[in-house]
């Protein structure tokens, strides 16, 4: 039963994680599409680029750890739960300071399973 949650949980983060490189890379090289999806103007080069850079960066990233936490194990483990956690915190906030929105629940709930997701592989693991 162990051996199949290890695989559950490595086969979501997985998942998750390279869900995360599609918007990554839109955010980053072709932001058109998603800043109208996401009702953003944009009325600068200077505001393109931060679209660009933190949106792209911050998705890419946490895909690119999470995917070294699955490939190369515990020393990636805490880099990929303190990108994520720290979407989630700051989504948080952003949730009570600005108001809510259904895309805002769904990144809450994504983070949230994903943390749980990866602090119960790590543990898994490392009792092997």
Do not use: C
């Amino acid at each position: 039963m162990k051996n199949i949650t290890i695989w559950v949980l490595r086969v979501f983060i997985g998942l998750v994680a390279i869900m995360l490189l599609y918007p990554g890379f839109m955010w980053s090289f072709m932001p058109d599409s998603n800043l109208v999806l996401n009702d953003i103007e944009v009325n600068s080069a200077l505001g393109m680029n931060m679209v660009k850079s933190a949106m792209g960066t911050g998705l890419i990233a946490t895909s690119i750890f999470m995917l070294l936490f699955l490939l190369k194990g515990e020393k990636w483990f805490l880099p990929s739960v303190i990108i994520m956690a720290t979407f989630l915190l700051i989504r948080l906030v952003s949730l009570f300071v600005d108001g809510s929105h259904k895309m805002i629940i769904v990144g809450i709930l994504i983070e949230i399973f994903s943390l749980l997701a990866m602090w119960g592989l790590n543990k898994l693991q490392s009792e092997k």
